[in-house]
């Protein structure tokens, strides 16, 4: 077994993790050149974790230090592990607080919304009711009502991506030259609408498109396709 482990949320299959903040670590993990190993909880077992004292994932657990939140995790990992740079130059931290708060507060909100059925449908009963519990207390709507308004976001999601568009159109990576963890906070946020359907919503000639492909090549992730996506 692996010396550390990420908490995260998956699937009832046990196999599909489609939380953005996760993969902000999985890719940041991957970047370190570092094993782990993947543990899937419910939203019940959240609070559960290592004796409670987390709300939300990713947790990770590195041989028994325990660190919550994905930016956190990043500054752990870079402070205790030599290789590849999460932060290589002065101002990477900065430009990843920045993509962070880009994707907190301009992409998620839309694709939490994109993706609200495909998500409530791959996830396992119990938190089925959780997840239209708190989606209800947000939205005061329900699951259902919410996807409805899915079509729409879609359409309003590449317009939105305009400012990184315009970085990648003259960069490879999003941090220069090199991919760093910038790159993955709005990786973990494309990837999130990815494993809930298996599709992307760019086009194949998009810049943003092409680096996500690139992003997911270069850390070895197989990235879902519908024809192999299982049924709910």
Known sequence: MAGMAVYSLCAAD???????????????????GLDFDLRPVSFAEISQIAGGGFSSVPVLDDHGRLE???????LHLEQAYSGNRLFPHDGQKALARMIEHFCDTVLNPLLSVIVVQQMHDMMPPADQEHFRAVRRKRFDAEIEEIAMRSAGEAGRFP??????RAVLEGQRWIAGD?????????????QWHRVCT???????????????QRCAGHYGIALPTPDLMPSA
């Open 68 to 74: 919550g939140d994905s930016f956190g995790i990043a």
């Open 159 to 164: 317009q939105k991506l305009a400012p990184v």
């Open 198 to 212: 298996g599709a992307s919503l760019l086009p194949a000639e998009d810049p943003v498109e092409q680096w996500f």
């Open 14 to 32: 046990g196999l599909r993790h489609y939380s953005p903040h996760v993969w902000k670590v999985i890719l940041a993990l991957k970047h370190k």
């Open 178 to 190: 090199t991919p760093a963890f910038a790159d993955h906070i709005l990786f973990g946020s494309l």
